[in-house]
């Protein structure tokens, strides 16, 4: 149901701009977010938006970097990636889910999931 795109290879200090399309009308009605994942470690949680939309998380490695957004009417979810670092470089995936607030930045709080996109960052 979910179609993440958007990654790539990027030098250190550069942007990208990851998308995450749903199949149907699934973002008005929940919470939505994107974590990353790199190989042998857990899958870490990145942004987060809130069912109705109203209050964005982040972790404490993103923030003032990363924003993430939703467009309803296309049924998109974003995640814009400025300033980016070397450590930024995973597969990131972006989720869905009926999540409460207090599972909203662990995996196990969402349902769906889209396939990874690779992000590199060159140092």
């Known amino acids: 149901q979910l179609q993440a795109s ?5 030098q250190a200090g550069g942007f990208l701009r990851l998308s995450c399309a749903a199949s149907e009308r699934t973002y008005p009605n929940y919470a939505v977010a994107w974590f990353r994942q790199v190989p042998g470690k857990e899958r870490d949680f990145v942004a987060a938006l809130s069912r109705n939309g109203g209050s964005k998380y982040y972790a404490d490695s ?25 450590e930024d470089t995973a597969v990131y995936y972006c989720a869905a889910g009926r ?3 207090s599972q909203i930045r662990y995996p ?16």
Request: aromatic share 8%; hydrophobic share 35%; glycine share 14%.
């Open 6 to 10: 958007g990654g790539g290879l990027v």
């Open 62 to 86: 993103v923030k003032g970097r990363f924003t993430i957004s939703r467009d309803n009417a296309k049924n998109i979810v974003a995640l814009q990636m400025n300033s980016l670092q070397a």
């Open 99 to 101: 999540t409460i607030t």
């Open 108 to 123: 196990s709080g969402y349902t769906y999931w889209g396939e990874g996109t690779h992000v590199t960052v060159s140092s």
